[in-house]
């Protein structure tokens, strides 16, 4: 099959996106994030349903939640829990052995070995400042949302992911907030009836950080053609 133009494009995009952890302090203009958002807000939702909600952080109220999430995940006797389980309560093969081979690849880069506690600690700590970038997303769902619109959420998420490479800004998705939803729920003024379903970075990714040369494997093998 001959690739017309626009099929190239796309295939592209979606193709060269990849999580970025670590970002040039440039600028977004407010402006492109309306226009990326409004967007992807064309994904499809059931009876639209339109699940989402998004809380665009900048300046001093991002570096705020920032500093609160660090004092909270630097103190070895916070408890904060998760509100819901991203990841399984047990884990199985083959998706153990992904985890551990993207964890491993991406500490191998930097140069942490595994006994490097802390560094491990301090570059988990990189979510929180959204690595360096100056667009901090925070994504809410109300709360009498059931699995189909997470479906639907999914993907608002990877439109915004999309949309935003084809203007040349990259993203990071961040599950890692999900962690501290009560300083969050704090800090931005939530209301009781909005869940956190995670973060993203967003900004332009810096070509310097050998972080951002980490790109991970797909399996192919998944599909099945019966």
């Known amino acids: 099959m001959i690739q017309t133009p626009e099929q190239s494009i796309v295939d592209a995009v979606i193709a060269?996106?990849?999580?970025i952890r670590a970002f040039l302090p440039t600028a977004v203009e407010r402006e492109d994030v309306?226009?990326?958002l409004e967007v992807a807000a064309r994904a499809p939702s059931g009876t639209n349903t339109q699940p989402w909600k998004v809380y665009v952080l900048t300046g001093e109220i991002k570096r705020q939640l920032s500093d609160e999430i660090l004092v909270a995940h630097n103190n070895p006797h916070s408890d904060y829990k998760e509100?819901?389980?991203y990841y399984p309560t047990q884990w199985l093969s083959p998706y153990l052995e992904r985890r551990r081979k993207v964890g491993w690849d991406l500490y191998?880069?930097?140069?942490?070995?595994r006994d490097n506690k802390a560094g491990m600690h301090a570059q988990h700590g990189r979510n929180y400042v959204?690595?360096?970038a100056p667009v901090g997303l925070i994504f809410t769902i109300d709360r009498v949302m059931q699995q189909g619109s997470w479906l639907d959420y999914g993907m608002f998420l990877q439109n915004i992911m999309l949309a935003a490479k084809a203007r040349g800004l990259d993203t990071c998705p961040q599950a890692a907030f999900t962690q501290y939803h009560k300083i969050i729920h704090k800090t931005l003024g939530l209301s009781d009836q909005e869940m956190v379903v995670c973060g993203m970075?967003?900004?332009f990714a810096d070509p310097g950080k050998i972080e951002n040369t980490l790109t991970t494997e797909r399996d192919n093998t998944m599909f099945k053609f019966l």
Do not use: P, T, V, W
Not at 16 to 19: A, D, G, I, L, M
Not at 108 to 113: A, F, I
């Open 16 to 19: 060269s996106r990849k999580s």
């Open 130 to 132: 959204f690595f360096d």
């Open 83 to 85: 509100e819901y389980h």
């Open 201 to 203: 970075a967003m900004g």
């Open 34 to 36: 309306q226009k990326i």
């Open 108 to 113: 191998s880069l930097l140069g942490l070995g």
